[in-house]
């Protein structure tokens, strides 16, 4: 039972970027407009994520880590109106089957705070200990791995590890301007990664990708059958997006697009190569553009049961929505070109 549990694990987080991005949903869920997050080893020794969110229950402690324990999802039918991130109430008994699990939680207004372990889905049997904390929740992940020498081997460096955290962090701290990010090597004073609460979008573009890409950055927008306006075709896709898009002024070495669609980071490879074009169509030969997109779309046109690992989406009019972000991309770098 437990050996299943665990490989069942091992499939929903195969790294350490897996179980932290759990965990900074699960902070944005709770509220959060702080979240710092420590890690040794790129995560693979050791990841702790602090919140100042609304904290934990003392009644809800024992079944955090129970599969299919979720505070998110009162109804089945709830499925297609989610706002919150998770829902499945499968991250934390996952990661609890595969490391050792420590949350440290203290609601608003509480006295202390209250600490306790988790084990193979399971609360310590010692149960909560009162502690000294501040509100908000932090959740300590250690040893990732210590019980499957196999996923363990199949660990990168803790570089390659660490990189691919600083990227996931950056495409969150980008998207929602509004909390503060940061990320720190344990016993490391200076954060990789350090974004201010009351930054805008570009703001923290500048801080996670560098002035350059900033200051050639043209703000894009593209809408359709969003603002009251009859949908004339009865199959149209309706959506509207939002981001930036860079003009001539800048070249990267690698086409870069930072996807949201209905709040989740996503991967569309049609989209990206759709983009890829556009650009090649009105910029010289080998440009390679910045992107960063955040797609609104009727949630039930979305699959948003993704797999936590499967970042590549699909949704419905997928052909006819990238002609029309692509024709409105296209106006705006053939406007600014000439
Ligand atoms: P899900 O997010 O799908 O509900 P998780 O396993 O990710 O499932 O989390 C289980 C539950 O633990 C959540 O529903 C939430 O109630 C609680 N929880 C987890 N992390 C936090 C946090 N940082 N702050 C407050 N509550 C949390
Ligand atoms: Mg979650």
Redesign the pocket.
Known sequence: EAVVNQIAAGEIIQRPVNALK??LE??L??GATSISVTVKDGGNKLLQIQ?N????DRE?LPL?CQRH????LREYEDLTSINTL????????SISYIAHLTVTTMTHGATHGLKVAYRDGVMDPAGPKPCAANPG?T?LVEDLFYNSSTRKKALKASSDEYGRILDMLGCYAVFKAGVAFSCKKQGESKPDLHTMAGSSRLDNIRTVHGAAVARALLPFKATQGATGTAVLEEDAASFTAEGYASGPDYNGKKTQLILFINGRPVDCSPLKRAIEATYAAVLPKGYKPFVFLELQLPGDHVDVNLHPTKHEVGFLHQDALIEQLCAALDSLLTAYDT
């Open positions: 759990e965990m699960n902070s869920d709770a919140d969110g609304h904290g934990v809800d955090l324990a979720t505070s998110k998770g829902f499945r109430g499968e991250a934390l008994a929740t959740i």
